[in-house]
């Protein structure tokens, strides 16, 4: 039995397909101009729609339709009222199409739920998906701190923190911006920041588990400005980010004390996070998982599809 899995996220083409036990995810990253911050959302959607069907072929070399028994989507960013973002139109209305074709289920997730069943399966932690943890979704767009639950099949996620303006990953590329680096600057900017020992870092004022990244961003302009040293401004912005992501979780673990703290999204796949010595458990997404992807989405629905009798 297999499941495929959709995702069109505003800066990245996925489409996947999970057996349970040896996923297939095929992706590709939208083009960007140099020097600009991301696409419009019409830009985004009509790229996806241009890419879909080049990374439908990719995948369905190596499947057999007929072993297709279901089909899941991401249909919004997050799983709350309100939560829309047009570029998920693309995978979603290809989804639907595919599925009542090939006469099967289509279920529908959001992009944060993929985002961290991707992040459990890749880790080895699939017992955490029945069990209630702690879960970061650091990405380009968002960065929150959620309680995430179990419940009847489903994946909850409760907001507990994370930042109240601008998201990590929009500092990271607002850095790599500053440096002339490639959008998304994630990688490039990891690179650089290894290239220097430096342990300085502006200290983000926490407010239980939610701060701000805003005043962050002038503190790292600043900084270039004085140092002129690339890479240190690149470790600068770094270590500043990951000390209010310990401190907001400190705070959060105050409250639901012994919970497994998950890192997921594109910015946990940073190696200066990973390689930090944090002070409680930590879960984090193989890298190649953190990134937006479809196999999150794949996994859910093929789970989804053999609790309802496959």
Known sequence: MIALGFDTSNYTTSIAAHDGAAPINCSQLLDVQPGQLGLRQSDALFAHIKRLPALADRLFAHL????????????????????????????????????????????????????????????????????????WHLSGGTTELLLVENQAGALTAQKLGGTTDISA????????????LPFPAGKALDKLAAESDSRDAFRVRCHGAEFSLSGVENQVQQYFAKTGDGPATARFALRSIIGAIERATAAALAEHPGLPVVFSGGVASNSLLRGETLPFAAVFAAPEYSTDNAMGIALLAWLRRRSHGA
């Open 64 to 135: 057999d339709t007929g072993d297709i028994a279901a089909i899941g989507v991401s249909t919004r960013p997050r799983a709350v009222e309100g939560s829309y973002m047009p570029c998920f139109l693309a995978g979603s209305s290809q989804a639907a199409v595919l599925a009542r074709a090939l006469g099967v289920p289509l279920y529908e997730f959001s992009h944060q739920q993929g985002h961290i069943a991707a992040a459990l399966w890749s880790a080895g932690r699939m017992d955490l998906l029945y069990q209630r943890h702690l879960a």
């Open 169 to 180: 990953g929009q500092l990271i590329d607002r850095t790599g911006k500053l440096l002339s």
